[in-house]
């Protein structure tokens, strides 16, 4: 009994001892020194993204109207052309022929045309002498109907000829880029009966993008600007972005709003116009339309870099005046410059937020805060 009892009072100091190390491991842990800053206020323009792909202001498909073997391809597949430049010839020659031959008819129309108006000129004369009878002159007068319909009847056959001649070189009908050929040299084409694509131009020297807002978004817009005229609701200086991160923005400008809203979808359309003079753009790309709509003034700002996200929603670090970092979520808004985010609510602009390192602190943790100024956040991020 006496040995039990000594074991026991001689492991209490022993653990006395580890408590006292512990404390004192504790109180020589250093504070971690961590950067801080306060947001950024200015006035702001407020935005929405809306997705929506370019077209070109014009796409014509290049047509063979007429029967024959393609004889010639005169342009590079996919290289811009210029108004009236040739793109395609069909075997002209039975056209020509054609042609030809109603030029033939048609003189020969003319000059019976010409015989019978002098010889019914010659039985308006003689009727009056009774040389000739007056079924005479009439039939003579018939002629000369006749002979003006035939004649009318062959200019027609050689405007159709001409036509058809017409038709055996293909133009292009605007400035534009045209598609890689979809017949080759030596085919035959039958376009007489049914038109038959040979390429695809595209006017691109000019570009659309269309997109559709909501109805509600557009309410909104309305009382954002507080007006109910449509022409002045939204500006017409606009910027379109190409690629889903939008890496490259582009000037454009509103030039179509729709009438009404359709019904099926409670969507209103726009559309934005973008120069392309040199045809770097394409049609079908897709791209971000960034709309404004209104001004906040004195909007909160911080890095989008600083901004945590967990299960809860979007989130901030914030230090207290006991320099403590506070876990605190927010209401992020629109980016602004790629690289600030408006905080809608979550954060005062007096207040402290942790700018880097999110993943080295925590909640009730005790730093040393380092303020740093906006430009080096901007910077480092």
Not at 213 to 222: F, G
Request: a neutral charge.
């Amino acid at each position: 009994m006496k040995n039990e009892m000594y074991i026991i009072l001689t492991l209490i100091p022993l653990l006395a001892g580890c408590g006292d190390k512990k404390e004192a491991a504790r109180g020589t842990m250093p504070v971690p020194e961590i950067s801080v800053a306060s947001p950024v206020v200015k006035d702001i323009t407020l935005t929405k993204e809306y997705p929506g792909y370019l077209s070109s202001e014009k796409t014509v498909d290049l047509v063979a109207r007429v029967n024959g073997t393609l004889q010639t391809i005169a342009y590079a597949p996919g290289s811009r052309v210029r108004k009236g430049q040739v793109l395609f010839v069909i075997e002209p020659t039975i056209y020509q022929d054609n042609v030809e031959q109603a030029e033939a008819e048609l003189n020969t129309a003319r000059a019976n045309l010409e015989y019978a108006q002098n010889n019914y000129a010659r039985m308006l004369e003689a009727v009056k002498s009774d040389a000739v009878s007056q079924i005479q002159v009439l039939q003579s007068k018939s002629n000369v109907a006749t002979s003006q319909a035939a004649v009318s009847n062959a200019e027609a056959a050689l405007n159709t000829a001409r036509t058809n001649l017409g038709y055996c070189t293909v133009r292009a009908p605007f400035d534009g880029t045209v598609s890689r050929n979809q017949v080759d040299v030596g085919s035959y084409v039958g376009g007489s009966l049914q038109p038959v694509t040979l390429a695809t131009i595209y006017k691109d020297d000019l570009l659309y993008t269309y997109f559709n807002i909501t109805d509600n978004q557009w309410l909104a817009m309305l009382m954002q600007q507080g007006t109910a005229q449509q022409k002045d609701t939204l500006p017409r200086q606009i910027t379109v972005n190409l690629g889903e991160d939008g890496i490259q923005p582009y000037p454009a400008t509103l030039d179509y709003f729709a009438p009404n809203v359709d019904l099926s979808t409670g969507t209103l359309n726009l559309r934005a116009r973008l120069d392309n003079p040199k045809g770097l753009l394409k049609s079908g790309l897709y791209v971000s339309i960034t709309l404004p709509y209104g001004k906040e003034s004195q909007a909160i700002l911080i890095p989008d870099a600083s901004i945590g996200t967990d299960q809860l929603g979007k989130y901030v670090y914030v230090v207290n005046d006991s320099d403590m970092v506070r876990y605190r979520h927010i209401e992020p808004g629109q980016l602004v410059n790629d690289t600030l985010r408006q905080i809608k609510s979550g954060l005062s602009a007096k207040e402290q937020y942790v700018t880097t390192a999110l993943m080295k602190v925590r909640d009730g943790m005790k730093i040393k805060p380092i303020s740093v100024n906006h430009e080096s956040q901007t910077s480092n991020h």
